[in-house]
């Protein structure tokens, strides 16, 4: 046992920074690549019996430290929101083959409340069902009505708003 810790004492000494590196340059993070050589190194200890060439150890622990990259990876869900929104938003406001009704209404979409928005971008943005949203957002079918019920009114609020300002054009101050 004692041979194993001065073993394991060897090897992060000789190559923490080497793995330090490499998942700094995989992450680009500094505190996500710490977690991952941490996890490394945590990993190793539990399997150091499995390693059988002291010279492979470097090769070894770079291959732990990429399936702790994936395998952190594979636990991160993107929010639809955060990827709709710079979609609908940007491309929405700027895309000239959009009427200015289609434009105002992705924009007042936009403006809704996270819990409305997210349903309410599924359904119309990429037309998913009820069900389908349900199972998506992890929610309950009768919650997802009830948020895309809600979301309709408070976009019928922003619309009747949006619709009630006057523009210049029709207050006659137009600028020539």
């Known amino acids: 046992m004692k041979n194993k810790q ?3 004492e ?14 700094y340059w995989l992450c680009k993070q500094p505190s996500v690549a710490e977690d991952l050589v941490q996890e490394t190194f945590s990993r190793a200890w539990k399997a150091l019996d499995k390693l059988h060439d002291d010279k492979a150890a470097k ?22 929101v955060e990827i709709e929104e710079s979609l609908a938003s940007d491309e929405g406001r700027h895309d000239p083959s959009l009427s200015l009704e289609q434009r105002e209404l992705r924009q007042a979409i936009m403006a809704l409340p996270d819990d409305y928005r997210e349903p309410m971008v599924l359904q119309i943005l990429w037309g998913f069902s009820g069900e389908e949203i349900a199972t998506q957002l992890n929610l309950k079918l009768a919650t997802v009505n009830t948020r895309l019920f809600r979301a309709r009114q408070q976009l019928k609020q922003i619309m009747n708003l949006e619709s009630e300002t006057p523009s210049a054009a ?7």
Request: hydrophobic share 40%.
């Open 6 to 8: 001065r073993f394991f």
């Open 59 to 80: 090769a070894w622990l770079i291959t732990i430290l990429r399936n702790e990259n994936a395998r952190m990876y594979e636990k991160f869900q993107p929010k639809w």
């Open 170 to 176: 029709d207050t006659g101050t137009m600028k020539k």
């Open 10 to 23: 060897q090897l992060v000494n000789a190559y923490s920074s080497d793995l330090y590196r490499y998942a």
